[in-house]
């Protein structure tokens, strides 16, 4: 029941910046990861960014410095916020989140992903 809805993704020029937003929602007790992947063309599926419930962040080498991953418990919101964007990070990016729901007074854990979102970096 639960879902993320991904917003913020398009096209931007070479040093350009833009701020993805993925927001969770339906039956959810708590949240434990949030984190960006990205896929592209001929590449493996990275990790971009991830964060804890209690704020703490992991960064992928090639966006450190550039790339900036932030949560909203109350809201249950995680965003990233891209700057000096290059060609380089031209893929489609995917919000995932690793939760707990209960169901029958127990607790069950399981990953949820969103449906993606292009961001291309192009002049």
């Known amino acids: 029941q639960a879902q993320l809805v991904e917003s913020g993704g398009g096209l931007v020029q070479p040093g350009g910046s833009l701020r993805l937003s993925c927001a969770a929602s339906g039956s959810i007790f708590s949240i434990n990861a949030m984190d960006w992947y990205r896929q592209a063309p001929g590449k493996e599926r990275e990790l971009v960014a991830a964060?804890?419930?209690?704020?703490?962040?992991t960064y992928a080498i090639s966006v450190k410095g550039r790339f900036t991953i932030s949560r909203d418990n109350a809201k249950n919101t995680v965003s990233l916020q891209m700057n000096s964007l290059n060609p380089e990070d031209t893929a489609v990016y995917y919000c995932y989140a690793n939760l707990e729901t209960v169901l029958a007074g127990r607790k069950y854990e399981y990953n949820i992903w969103g449906q993606g979102t292009q961001v291309t970096i192009s002049s």
């Open positions: 964060i804890t419930s209690d704020g703490t962040t």
